[in-house]
C-alpha cells in the first residue's frame, strides 16, 4: 500500500484528526540533527523514490472519497530529488481527479512550483521554520532552505490563497526557544495557525545533537535523562517545562492573532485541530477550476 493510515500506532498523543499518509520518497536529504524518521527507516539519508509508487497510487486512488491526504510525514516531498524526479508533482496530478484533501508537509521552497496544481484542489501547505537563525538553521537542518526562503514561500502561498500553517518544531531549550520575532514576521504576512512542540530524543538523533551542539548538549542531559520523562522510546523534558514551554509559544500566537496547537505533548491547550487541517475548511470552493467550469457551462 502506498496510502497508509496515518499513526497506525494510534499514539495516544496524536491528536490528529484520521488522515491516510503518502511518502513519495524513503528517506530525506535535508539532514536535519534532530529528525525522528531516521531512528526507524535504514539509510535513512540516502533518500530513494518509493517503488512502484506512481502505478500504486492509480490504482489506491480510485478508493479515495474526501479522506485527508497528508504528504508526507516521514521525509520531506520537496526534498532535492523532487528538482528532477518530480514524484511529488504526479502523485498530486493524479490525486486532483479523487475527492480528496491535501495537506503538504515541506521545508522546501521548492513547493511554489507546484502552485499551480494546488490551487486546483482542496489543498494546504504545511511549512516548518525552527529559527529566523540563519547560523542557528545551518547547523540545524544543513541541506534545506534557508529560513528566509521559507517565510517567502508562506508569503507567496497566501498571496496564491493556499492556507498555509508553520510548524514552529522542534523547540529546544538554549538553541531556539526565542521565537517572538519569527511570530511577529509570520502574522504581518497573514499566517492563521502555527504548530509547535519540544524535542523529543532518540538515541540516533541525539548522537547528531551531541556533535553539532555539544555546549547546549551538556546541558540538556539532565533535563532529558534524569529530570525528565520516557515516553514510547523517545525522553522528552519535564512535563512542567514542557507545559510552560508551550504556553509561552500559546501566549505569543495568540498575542498576534494566530491560532496555536501544540503536537504530541498531551496537553489541552490547542486552539484548532493540532496539524492546521481546519484551514482545509477554508477552501474557497469557487476558485476551484471544475466549479467555475461548471457555473459558465450553466451560464451558456
Ligand atoms: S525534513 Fe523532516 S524527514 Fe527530512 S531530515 Fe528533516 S526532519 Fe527528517
Redesign the pocket.
Known amino acids: 500500500m502506498i496510502l497508509n493510515k496515518f499513526d497506525p500506532w494510534n499514539s495516544k498523543l496524536c491528536t490528529c484528526p484520521f488522515k491516510l499518509s503518502l511518502n513519495p520518497y524513503t528517506g530525506?536529504?535535508?539532514?536535519?540533527v534532530?529528525?525522528?524518521?531516521?531512528s526507524y527507516i535504514k539509510n535513512?539519508?540516502n533518500p530513494r523514490p518509493k517503488r512502484n509508487l506512481i502505478e500504486k497510487l492509480k490504482r489506491e486512488a480510485k478508493k479515495l472519497n474526501g479522506q485527508i491526504i497528508s504528504i508526507s510525514n516521514?521525509?520531506?516531498p520537496y526534498?532535492h530529488l523532487e528538482e528532477k524526479l518530480k514524484l511529488t508533482r504526479k502523485c498530486l496530478e493524479i490525486l486532483k481527479n479523487y475527492n480528496c484533501k491535501i495537506q503538504i508537509i515541506?521545508?522546501s521552497n521548492l513547493v511554489l512550483r507546484d502552485i499551480d496544481i494546488l490551487k486546483e484542489m482542496n489543498a494546504m501547505v504545511s511549512i516548518?521554520i525552527t529559527t529566523i537563525n540563519n547560523e542557528i538553521a545551518k547547523k540545524l537542518?544543513p541541506n534545506?532552505p534557508k529560513p528566509n526562503e521559507r517565510i517567502d514561500a508562506v508569503k507567496e502561498l497566501i498571496e496564491n490563497k493556499i492556507p498555509v500553517s508553520v510548524r514552529i518544531d522542534p523547540i529546544i531549550p538554549f538553541l531556539n526557544d526565542e521565537q517572538e520575532d519569527l511570530i511577529k514576521e509570520l502574522a504581518k504576512i497573514g499566517v492563521k495557525h502555527i504548530t509547535s512542540s519540544t524535542y523529543k530524543v532518540r538515541e540516533d538523533n541525539w548522537k547528531r545533537f551531541e556533535q553539532a551542539f555539544p555546549e547546549i548538549a551538556e546541558k540538556l542531559k539532565e533535563l532529558y535523562f534524569e529530570k525528565g520523562e520516557k515516553i514510547s522510546n523517545y525522553y522528552y523534558l519535564p512535563k512542567d517545562l514542557r507545559l510552560k514551554i508551550m504556553l509561552k509559544m500559546k501566549k505569543l500566537t495568540n498575542k498576534y492573532n494566530i491560532s496555536f496547537a501544540c503536537c504530541r505533548e498531551g496537553f489541552k491547550i490547542n486552539d484548532n485541530t493540532c496539524d492546521g487541517s481546519w484551514l482545509l475548511n477554508s477552501f474557497n470552493f469557487f476558485q476551484s477550476k471544475n466549479v467555475k467550469n461548471l457555473f459558465q457551462y450553466i451560464n451558456t
Do not use: L
Open positions: 530525506c536529504s535535508h539532514n536535519c534532530y529528525c525522528y524518521a531516521s535513512f539519508f516521514s521525509s520531506d526534498q515541506t521545508k516548518t537542518e534545506a
